[in-house]
């Protein structure tokens, strides 16, 4: 039996649909959720969420919210969540650059230094993932 999995974000719904196991990141590691699982509700860190699905397997690149766990059924309720694949590199370290300007700059408010911070750790978790499923491809599991 399948998980119904629901991956959403403030701006858009990233992806619905059904899987076999899901793994998230949460701020203390890796969580796996597999059919059936006890009902949770955890908070997201920063990192890869994968999706498996039959022999195939799809990442999400994944910053922050909240993961819903229930025996049928997963919501991810994340600030970020940008599907691997669709991940534009150029945009992606062109936020990079812009986040380091700002920081090197310096700031009055501690506020803005954190946002800015916050910028650069969401632009380097973009081009992590998408680096490394551009370069491996699609994963097909045996």
């Not at 999706?51 to 397997?57: D, F, L, P, S, V």
């Not at 009055?108 to 992590?128: F, K, N, Q, S, Y």
Request: aromatic residues 4%.
């Amino acid at each position: 039996m399948p998980l119904q999995l629901e991956i959403v974000t403030p701006e858009r719904q990233a992806w619905s649909g059904e899987v076999d196991a899901v793994f998230c990141p949460g701020i203390e590691g890796e969580l796996g959720v597999l059919p059936h699982h006890a009902p949770l509700l955890s908070t997201l860190g920063i990192g890869e969420l994968r999706i498996r699905t039959g022999n195939q397997e799809e990442y999400f690149a994944i910053a922050g919210g909240f993961v819903q766990v229930r025996p049928d059924k997963v919501v991810v309720m994340a600030e970020l969540a940008d599907l691997a694949s669709e991940i534009d590199l150029e945009s992606a370290e062109q936020a990079r650059r812009e986040a380091e300007r700002a920081i090197q700059q310096g700031f009055e408010e501690p506020a803005d230094l954190a946002r800015a911070r916050a910028a650069m750790e969401r632009a380097l978790l973009r081009i992590r993932v998408a680096e490394r499923r551009h370069r491996e491809g699609p994963r097909r599991r045996p």
